[in-house]
Nanobody, 128 residues
């Protein structure tokens, strides 16, 4: 099992930027794909971005392509989500997650069902 702690959320005006961080502990971080997900009130949890164990492959939801960037630092056991040009519709609780299966099963996952360890979430609010 892995423990995940997100930070960096907050209130920002539309067009602004935020950088989310997720610190991992408890197992070999570099063996697992990581992902960011979000859930707005009354909506289902959705995939935002994901990154392979090496950082060489990434996935982005269409709604955030060109605005968000996912990255990871395996030496620091941390994954990041840089969010630029934020829109009010980006308002949600953002969750960091680690894949259930290690890299020798698959390099990259993007669906919530493929992630077994979750952080507590951090609130992102974008005002218009």
């Amino acid at each position: 099992q892995v423990q995940l702690v997100e930070s960096g959320g907050g209130l920002v005006q539309a067009g602004g930027s935020l950088r989310l961080s997720c610190a991992a502990s408890g197992r070999t971080f570099s063996n697992y794909a990581m992902g960011w997900f979000r859930q707005a009130p009354g909506k289902e949890r959705e995939s935002v971005a994901a990154i392979s164990w090496s950082g060489g492959k990434t996935y982005y939801a269409d709604s955030v392509k060109g605005r968000f960037t996912i990255s990871r630092d395996n030496d620091l056991n941390t994954v990041y989500l840089q969010m630029n040009s934020l829109k009010p519709e980006d308002t949600a609780i953002y969750y960091c997650a680690a894949s259930s299966r290690p890299r020798w099963y698959s390099e990259l996952y993007s669906e919530p069902v493929d992630f077994g360890s979750w952080g507590q979430g951090t609130q992102v609010t974008v005002s218009s």
